[in-house]
Every structure is written in C-alpha cells, then in structure tokens.
C-alpha cells in the first residue's frame, strides 16, 4: 500500500468512527428519555396504576362550574385553572397522559362517578358526593355569602336571616340547599341563572343574592354600588375522589393532595388564578 492509500485508510476509518459515535449518542438521548418516563411511573405500585389509570391514561372530571378548576383562554383556547393544574401535577406523578374530562357543575361530575367516564374526580363533600365515591380529605376552600345593595341595612348572614328578607339563589345549586337548612326567617327565592338572581337583586325584588364569595365579587358591578356582606353563611370543601372500589388509588391521592398542599402547590394555583377569596384546605388531621 503506497502513502496517498495509507491517508485514505486513515481518513475512512476516522469518519466510520464518528459515525458509530453519533449513532450511539443519539441513542442514549433516546433510552434516557424513555427511561426517565419510565421511571416516573416505576415508582408508582402498579396497583395504584390500574386503580387510577387503567387504560394507560389519566382521565380526570372537573367540573366547569365553579369556573375555578378549569377556564378556558378566550384568545388561546387553552385551558387553565386549579383543577387543570392538579391533574397535569398528578399525571406527572403516575408517568401517564392526562385527558380532562369537564362536566357543566359538580353535580354532573358526581352523576359521572359511575358511569366510568372518569378516573379521578375533583367533587365536593358532600353526602351525594360520597355515595358513590371513595373522597379524599378537602384541598380547596370556597366561601359563600351575600351580595347586597349598597343602601342595604344587611352587613352579616344574621342580618340577613330575619323576617321580610328575601333571598336569590340559583335553584338545584349546592349551596342553595345548604342555606336552606340554615334558614329560619328569611324566604328564599329561588332563580334559574345568576343573571336572574341579580335582576331580582337590581330592582328590588330580592335582598339580597347569595354566591359564592369569588364570584360575587366579579358579579358586583353589575349593580351598581353593591357590596358583599363581611362573613359567609357556606365554605364548600372539594376534595379529589375515585369512584367506590379503589381504595388504593384513593390511599395514594390522598397523599398525594396532603403533598400538594404542604408544598405550597396549590396556593401557587389560586395566585396564577387571581381569586384571593379562595383558600386551601388546612392539612388532614
């Protein structure tokens, strides 16, 4: 072999071993990512897996309703909220996709329950709710109250629970059967829509209107000069639940909600949201 021969040896088995040395690089970049998804869901148990994600997926209902657990973007179309951001935080846990499942209230979400269209729910606590669902303790705290007109003589729920009052409230709404329990003077009123409840409010006809708290206050300047009462005569408590028979995967969201709460996760999810009168659930005792 002369020397112009020698060189091109040399320059070919240079270039084969670059080669063999990009492949191998791109395919350690390849199996890292595969193993790093891998090794999100290897320290799930698999029976936590099948309990909340059987289909391979994590398909979680959120109710619309209140617009708090997911809203969607009028110029992006993306959803967002607190509901959206807890499922996207557990999917990240199980290693799986997250499909969101929205239902128009927490009702329809608890009607779901057993019909299996979703794995994992976000409900309120409540009596219906755990009929049919294993709940775990609340993550999320929402308060009612009044909406009344500015010359109001109405500042407390107990002003407002007197004879002559009378309140709005939207027919079929949780909170409206809670405050009809608590009722022992006041009449209430019930009403189809929010917009109702406010047109009853505006001119007179009602006293005031009864919301929750966050809303309300958006609601507000649609009368002019209203003003919300100084405490609340409801706290919805909403938790995250499977549907009855699977206590593992409800052991493991359990945990997994105290974790978020401590963490400092959730607050996090209420500020992005801009509601400061909602609030996190205390840790379970």
């Not at 775990?136 to 407002?160: E, G, K, M, N, Q």
């Not at 300047?221 to 909403?238: E, N």
Request: proline share 7%; hydrophobic share 45%; aromatic share 4%.
């Amino acid at each position: 072999m002369n020397h112009a021969q020698t060189r091109r040896m040399v320059r070919l088995t240079a270039m084969s071993a670059a080669l063999v040395a990009v492949a191998a690089c791109g395919s350690a970049t390849t199996s890292s990512h595969s193993a790093s998804s891998a090794s999100s869901s290897a320290a799930v148990p698999a029976a936590v897996l099948s309990d909340l994600a059987p289909s391979g997926r994590l398909r979680v209902g959120i109710p619309a309703a209140p617009p708090i657990f997911a809203v969607k973007d009028p110029t992006s179309g993306v959803m967002h909220g607190i509901g959206v951001d807890l499922a996207t935080a557990l999917g990240r846990q199980l290693g799986v996709p997250v499909d969101t499942v929205s239902y128009p209230d927490p009702g329809g979400t608890i009607d779901a329950a057993q019909s299996g269209a979703w794995d994992v729910g976000i409900l309120p606590l409540n009596p219906k709710a755990a009929t049919v669902a294993d709940l775990t303790s609340p993550f999320l705290l929402l308060p009612h109250t009044y909406l009344v007109r500015a010359d109001s003589a109405i500042h407390t729920v107990a002003d407002a629970d007197q004879p002559g009052i009378r309140i709005a409230s939207q027919a079929g709404s949780p909170h409206t059967a809670a405050l009809t329990a608590q009722l022992k003077h006041a009449k209430l009123v019930p009403v189809d829509s929010t917009a109702a409840g406010l047109r009853l409010l505006a001119t007179g006809q009602a006293d005031t209107y009864a919301d929750a708290r966050s809303a309300l206050r958006g609601l507000a300047a649609q009368v002019p000069g209203s003003r919300l009462v100084t405490d609340d005569f409801f706290v919805a408590r909403f938790a995250l639940a499977v549907p009855r028979g699977h206590a593992t995967g409800q052991a493991f969201l359990a945990r997994f909600v105290e974790a978020e709460k401590a963490s400092g996760f959730l607050q996090q999810a209420i500020d992005r949201l801009g509601k400061p009168d909602i609030a996190v659930a205390p840790a379970a005792s």
